[in-house]
C-alpha cells in the first residue's frame, strides 16, 4: 500500500504564507516525478508545480516567483513541500500531492493524495 498525505492548508489573507507538506510512505521503491496540482471550483486541475528526483523544478507561470517546490529523500518518509507566499485570492483551491512512482511490487504509477484545502481571502 502506498499512501500520500498532505497537510498545511487552511484560510489566509491575500498577501500571507502557507506551507503545505506530503509525505509519501508505504510499499515504495523509489519515487520519481513529485508535483503540486491544484484545483478551483469549476475549472480542471492543474499542474502549480513539479521536481524531479534530482531536484530539477518547473512552475506554472501564475506562482513563478512566489511558490517554491522542495522535496525531501533522505528519510524513508519521503517528503513533499510547496512554500506559498505573497498568496492571491486566485491560489483559492484544493491542493493535490502527486507522486509518479515504482511500488516494491513493480508497478510504476502516478500515486495522489486525498488534497488540502487553501483559502485566500481579499
Known amino acids: 500500500q502506498v499512501q500520500l498525505v498532505e497537510s498545511g492548508g487552511g484560510l489566509v489573507q491575500a498577501g500571507g504564507s502557507l506551507r503545505l507538506s506530503c509525505a509519501a510512505s508505504?510499499?515504495?521503491?523509489?519515487?520519481?516525478?513529485m508535483g503540486w496540482y491544484r484545483q478551483a471550483p469549476g475549472k480542471q486541475r492543474e499542474l502549480v508545480a513539479g521536481?524531479?528526483?534530482?531536484?530539477?523544478?518547473?512552475?506554472a507561470d501564475s506562482v513563478k516567483g512566489r511558490f517554491t517546490i522542495s522535496r525531501d529523500n533522505a528519510k524513508i518518509t519521503v517528503y513533499l513541500y510547496l512554500q506559498m507566499n505573497s498568496l492571491k485570492p486566485e491560489d483559492t483551491a484544493v491542493y493535490y500531492c502527486?507522486?509518479?512512482?515504482?511500488?516494491?511490487?513493480?508497478?510504476?504509477?502516478?500515486?495522489w493524495g486525498q488534497g488540502t484545502q487553501v483559502t485566500v481571502s481579499s
Open positions: 502527486n507522486a509518479f512512482l515504482m511500488a516494491r511490487w513493480g508497478s510504476l504509477n502516478d500515486y
Open positions: 508505504g510499499s515504495i521503491f523509489s519515487i520519481n516525478d
Open positions: 521536481i524531479s528526483s534530482g531536484g530539477s523544478t518547473n512552475y
